[in-house]
């Protein structure tokens, strides 16, 4: 069983940074697909960035291109997600989650993770 403690999230003005964490533990975290997913009040929990399991390769949903930067330590067991610029809309609780299946490419699909955190919040004041 693989557990998941995501971390760093608070409140930011609109233009500022914040960086979130989740830390695993109870499995073999360098063999885990890693993603970070959001979700806003009254709406789907949605994609934002992934990362392979070496960490040579990312994937981001439009909204978080040129913004938003995904990376691991395998030594460490650890996933961020460094967040510039952010903006009001970027308000939601967002989700680390580790899939443990083969894929030929960085899964963007929820149904996809086998794992989840408990979300931490993350809200932009404009």
């Known amino acids: 069983q693989v557990q998941l403690v995501e971390s760093g999230g608070g409140l930011v003005q609109a233009g500022g940074s914040l960086r979130l964490s989740c830390a695993a533990s109870?499995?073999?975290?360098?063999?885990?697909?890693m993603g970070w997913f959001r979700q806003a009040p009254g709406k789907d929990r949605d994609f934002v960035a992934g990362?392979?399991?070496?960490?040579?390769?990312?994937n981001y949903a439009e909204s978080a291109k040129g913004r938003f930067t995904i990376s691991r330590d395998n030594a460490k067991n650890t996933v961020h997600l460094e967040m510039d610029r952010l903006k009001p809309d970027d308000t939601a609780i967002y989700y680390c989650?580790?899939?443990?299946?083969?894929?030929?490419?960085?899964?963007?699909?929820?149904?996809?993770?086998?794992?989840w955190g408990q979300g931490t919040q993350v809200t932009v004041s404009s």
């Open positions: 109870g499995g073999t975290f360098s063999t885990y697909y």
């Open positions: 989650a580790a899939d443990t299946a083969l894929h030929f490419s960085i899964p963007t699909q929820r149904i996809s993770y086998d794992f």
């Open positions: 990362i392979n399991r070496s960490g040579s390769s990312t």
